[in-house]
């Protein structure tokens, strides 16, 4: 089992859904969790960062960690077509999951 | 504000064939890593460092060299290549390892032929 999982997709959404993207990780001792987004030919950017359990919000951006699920969780809500990128969860020891790629269709 | 900076940004190898990627950060993180990236594989680990003079093994290190002889830089040797190196390379740096903003490169599309 790789110590941290991510559904690949693609994921297509219309322009304005929710989109919900998921990890789930096996080392019950991760604390800090974050997504990162990397547009198409270019390096990933960090866009959440959470530590430990709980909710964080950034504008349409909401991530969710529940830690005795080993289960994390970035909404994005009224969705843009500049979202569509790929969406790369990443524990403290800098594993990360195999992306999810979204396209959000005007 | 440069940030990461990686050379070259596409290259074509011959199998057997040795090349260098380049990489320099100017934030003065102690730590930098490669990573390749694959389709359905996200980013895997390939070699990296907690500062001037330490490396270590990732999780796909086979076929790949590293050195640290500077805090800015972070070169990565592919010894002899391979047609399964043909990938996506991203440096990246941070301040330590854990619990921290990781910043990348821009990438570096490598073909082995």
């Known amino acids: 089992q790789k110590e941290v999982e991510q559904d690949p997709g693609p994921l297509s959404v219309p322009e304005g859904a929710i989109v919900s993207l998921n990890c789930t990780y096996s080392?019950?001792?991760?604390?800090?969790f974050m997504w990162y987004r990397q547009y198409s030919r270019k390096g990933p950017e960090l866009l959440m960062y959470t530590y430990s359990s709980g909710n964080k919000e950034d504008g349409r951006f909401t991530a969710q960690v529940d830690k005795s699920s080993k289960y994390i969780s970035l909404f994005i809500r009224d969705s843009q077509p500049s979202d569509s990128a790929t969406y790369l969860c990443a524990m403290d020891d800098m594993r990360f999951g195999a992306g999810t790629r979204l396209t959000v269709k005007p | 504000n440069a940030g990461v900076t990686q050379t070259p940004k596409f290259q074509v190898l011959k199998t057997g064939q040795s090349m260098t990627l380049q990489c320099a950060q100017d934030?003065?993180?102690?730590?930098m890593s490669w990573y390749r990236q694959d389709p359905g594989m996200g980013l895997r680990l390939i070699h990296y460092s907690v500062g001037a003079g330490i490396t270590d093994q990732g999780e796909v290190p086979n076929g790949y060299n590293v050195s640290r002889s500077t805090t800015e830089d972070f070169p990565l040797r592919l010894l002899s290549a391979a047609p399964s190196q043909t990938s996506v390379y991203f440096c990246?740096?941070?301040?330590?390892?854990?619990?921290?903003?990781?910043?990348f490169g821009e990438g570096s599309w490598l073909t082995v032929v």
């Open positions: 990246a740096s941070s301040y330590a390892r854990s619990g921290n903003t990781i910043y």
């Open positions: 934030m003065n993180h102690e730590y």
């Open positions: 080392n019950s001792a991760f604390q800090y």
